[in-house]
Structure formats: C-alpha cells, structure tokens
C-alpha cells in the first residue's frame, strides 16, 4: 500500500545514545517533515524538506540532523539523546504544489532514559 | 503560514452533528484551510480542505465563512468512533507554506 512508513515504531535509547528514525514514502512527494509529539501536547515541528537536497528547521530543530539524499528517504537523526526528547514522533509527506494534504506515517514513539 | 484558535475540547452526542469551529482571522488570500485528525496515538488523518467555497466529502464538510477568517468542520452524524483530535491548519501549498504549524487542537468526545 502507498503511504509512508516509519521504522522503528518502538525504541528506547540510553541518555547520550545516537540513532537514526527512518522515515520512507513511495508517492513521489517532494515535501516530507518530521514532527514530534509530546503527552497531550499538539505536533511541534522539527524539519523539512522540499526535495532532495535541501532541508530547512522547523520551530524545535536543536539536536536533530536530518537529510534528504532520495526523494523517498527523510531519516532523522538524534545526535546524543536526551530525555527531553523522550516523544512521538511522526513523519509527514505531501506534494510541494498542489493542494492536497500531508500523508503522516503512524509514528516512532521513543523513549529516552 | 497563519495561526488557527480552536476550543480545547468539545462534547457531541452519538447520532448528532458535530460542529468544530476554527478561527483564523489572519488567512492570506492564497492560503486554504485543512482539518485533520487524530484517533488516540495513532497518525493525524487528513479530512478535508477548502479555499472559500464550501466543500463536502465523504469524511465531513467545511463551511468558511465569507470573509474567510474563521470556518466549521462538520461531521453530519457523529459515531464512537470520531472521537479524536481535530486540528485546524492554513496553509499556502502552491507557493510554499512548508513550515507547517499544527496547534493544539480540539478534543471532540463524542458519547453514547
């Protein structure tokens, strides 16, 4: 089925771990953006892309990397993990123009000890 | 991209319509409005979206209003299962409007 698909759905990391959030879509969307969430809380933005090469930060960027080598592939990178990043985080996709809406994967929920 | 206001939460009875309203008094001219939701820790869904004229699909309609500042996700005959999040967006997806910001939403408990 088409949609986007995020690995892993679960995962628990040590504090000042690394590890990457794999995020892939097979729609040929060039928009693809990483949001997480916290308890209760609405989707705060962390990055985006709007093709493959370019990247930008969204309101919550700070230790997260990403890039976009493919059009398909959006990973996101924790850098050294910290519990505040202990959330759910989803991944979106949409086309650059045009009018439709974000496709979003069902979620990493991560949690950071 | 314009901000949207959205009560935090809302009660509808099962069987009746549910109103979500949506203020978004600052919406560009070339910005649509989008609502989606959210089942429990599950993906948001898009529902639908709108520039200025009504729309209706499957899903819901969307009625904005004609000054386009503020607008009304209807959901005819509300079940069990539209209880959710409902979010609220404004976005200008032909010129870009990438940076995306999803407030907190409406909680809509729909009871028996």
């Known amino acids: 089925n088409a949609g986007v698909t995020q690995t892993p759905k679960f995962q628990v990391l040590k504090t000042g771990q690394s590890m990457t959030l794999q995020c892939a879509q097979d729609?040929?969307?060039?928009?693809m953006s990483w949001y997480r969430q916290d308890p209760g809380m609405g989707l705060r933005l962390i990055h985006y892309?709007?093709?493959?090469?370019?990247?930008d930060q969204g309101e919550v960027p700070n230790g997260y990397n990403v890039s976009r080598s493919t059009t398909e592939d959006f990973p996101l990178r924790l850098l050294s993990a910290a519990p505040s990043q202990t959330s759910v985080y989803f991944c979106a996709s949409s086309q650059s123009r045009g009018v439709d809406g974000y496709t979003f994967g069902s979620g990493t929920r991560l949690t950071v000890v | 991209d314009a901000k949207t206001t959205q009560p935090p939460s809302m009660d509808c009875a099962e069987g009746r319509a549910a109103n979500l309203p949506c203020n978004h008094s600052?919406?560009?001219?070339?910005?649509?409005v989008y609502w989606y939701r959210q089942i429990h820790s599950q993906g948001p869904q898009y529902i639908i979206h709108?520039?200025?004229n009504n729309e209706t699909n499957e899903m819901a309609s969307l009625i904005i209003t004609e000054d386009r500042k503020s607008s009304t996700l209807i959901l005819p005959h509300a079940t069990l299962r539209d209880t959710a999040v409902y979010y609220c967006i404004v976005r200008a997806p032909n010129t870009g409007g990438f940076k995306t910001i999803f407030g907190a939403g409406t909680r809509l408990f729909v009871k028996a």
């Open positions: 709108g520039l200025k």
């Open positions: 600052t919406i560009s001219g070339n910005e649509y």
């Open positions: 729609m040929n969307h060039e928009y």
């Open positions: 892309s709007v093709g493959a090469g370019i990247t």
